[in-house]
């Protein structure tokens, strides 16, 4: 059987592909823009891509064309598609029915966290002799690939509230139908599809209904807007989890050791202490994410012993945090943070680890759909607050002006329209002991490559 996935350069799509690639299917597909992992990743699988969107490629004869959320009406390929009468399917339909619709399904769900606590719960079940398949919108360091089909029953899957297709407005995560779901947070974003942040709690109430009654939901106790979604109405057990402790939290965390960047902890289990977890990772939201992956695991039946075993030995994630290289003491680190919120805990988390006396430069390009509308503009410069230094990427395209974020940085403010200038100005500002955080859901145009090349040329 021949599966052709148009736009397959994306985490999920590319996840599907080396799914159906494992599950014995012959795989191809196209896409527009190819960057790190995903395009490695799909040649490492030896999976033809075709670069565009032209009707052409359907010359390919596919039993199944798969069709990703980037694909719209008018686009030649798809015209094409819908006037050949040849079978298709969005990715997560395909998933369900030739891969999830006997697994035991443990979804992911919220606004940040997803991609961190998958790969967490991932690797607990593999460390326990699980061998799980999972999907997941990173490359976990453990596993060195973002998917997998894996053996039954278990099945993590980072589940996306994003609409499925052109014809499917409903979320993605609807179609996973599972019997574990964590709901890590809610907050508004997705500004292209969801008119506010009550819609979005509907689709979250949409997954909700369908985790059954034997199921059980593993949520953010401290976060009343997943309390409000709730309320709506559950049919499944809930375990709480919550940092400081909740009255609805079941799970917490406590800093160990003085470790105030949460890279030593202990795991409370209402109140009792079940062991202290040493691990890479830092900050107090990766502390929620391990709670929550531990509440899942040993629903899927294993101790939390284990589990806390498990996550000592979890080496991070491509672009979460991720150390790109190292020149002249200047640190380049890549990640994925591009939601106020989620840059202003990851900013936490580094601070916390490197303490007051360090320098840190905060690089940021606003790439997604709610960033390029301004729906973030007035919370983005507080989440940028702990940053020393304030880099924004304005492009002219940008679509609103970058001098209102920037005025209350004064002199530690900067923007730069093009990436190749970006990179020789940075290079020339930054000093020996700087940790540099460039933090975006794209490639940047490479600008982690190219500040690392400037360093070095700046010191030859």
């Known amino acids: 059987m021949h599966v052709h996935i148009l736009g397959i350069g994306g985490t999920f799509m590319g996840g599907v592909a080396a799914i159906a690639r494992e599950a014995g299917w012959r795989v191809t597909g196209s896409d527009r823009d190819m960057y790190p992992p995903m395009s490695t990743q799909l040649e490492a699988l030896g999976i033809e891509v075709t670069a565009g969107f032209g009707a052409e490629q359907l010359a390919l004869a596919p039993d199944m064309v798969v069709v990703g959320n980037v694909m719209t009406r008018g686009m030649p390929v798809i015209e094409a598609l819908l006037e050949s009468g040849r079978p298709y399917l969005s990715g997560p339909e395909w998933l369900s029915r030739e891969v999830l619709k006997d697994r035991w399904v443990l979804a ?75 709901l890590n947070n809610l907050e508004y974003d997705h500004a292209d599809i969801y008119p506010d942040v009550g819609a979005i709690q509907r689709q979250f109430h949409h997954l909700v209904r369908i985790v059954p009654g034997g199921g059980r939901i593993v949520w953010n106790a401290a976060d009343e807007r997943l309390r409000e979604t709730l309320a709506m ?41 079940q062991g202290t977890l040493e691990w890479q990772l830092i900050g107090a939201h990766n502390a929620d994410n391990a709670l929550a992956a531990i509440a899942a695991a040993r629903h899927a039946g294993v101790p939390v012993a284990r589990a806390i075993e498990a996550l000592a030995g979890f080496r991070g994630i491509a672009r979460r945090m991720q150390l790109r290289g190292e020149v002249r003491g200047i640190r380049v680190y890549d990640d994925f943070a591009h939601h106020p919120t989620a840059i202003a805990t990851t900013l936490d988390g580094l601070r916390q680890r490197l303490g007051r006396g360090a320098r840190i430069v905060a690089v940021l390009e606003p790439r997604s759909h709610t960033m390029r509308m301004g729906v973030h503009r007035d919370t983005l410069a507080p989440s940028l607050a702990a940053a020393d230094e304030v880099w924004l990427y304005a492009p002219a395209d940008l679509g609103w002006d970058s001098s209102a974020v920037l005025a209350g940085f004064g002199a530690r403010g900067h923007a730069a329209t093009e990436v190749d200038a970006l990179a020789r100005q940075l290079a020339g500002a930054l000093r020996p002991g700087d940790h540099v955080l460039i933090m975006s859901n794209g490639g940047f145009g490479g600008l982690h490559g190219k500040l690392l090349a400037e360093l070095a040329r700046s010191g030859a």
């Not at 967490?120 to 593999?126: K, Q």
């Not at 360091?141 to 499925?164: C, H, M, Q, W």
């Not at 402790?245 to 890279?263: E, I, M, P």
């Open 108 to 182: 992911v769900a919220g606004t940040h966290g997803k991609t961190t606590t998958s790969a967490l719960l991932a690797w607990i079940l593999e460390h326990a002799g699980l061998a799980p398949g999972f999907l997941i919108g990173g490359v976990p360091e453990n596993f060195r690939a973002s998917a997998r089909l894996g053996k039954p029953p278990f099945f993590v899957i980072e589940a996306d509230e994003y609409d499925t297709a052109f014809f499917d407005k409903r979320a993605k995560f609807v179609h996973y139908r599972p019997r574990t779901a964590i």
């Open 233 to 273: 109405g559950c049919w499944t057990p809930l375990e709480g989890f919550a940092r400081a402790g909740h009255a609805d939290a079941l799970w917490s965390a406590r800093a160990a050791g003085g470790h105030t960047d949460f890279s030593r902890f202990e795991v409370l289990e209402a109140g009792r202490a």
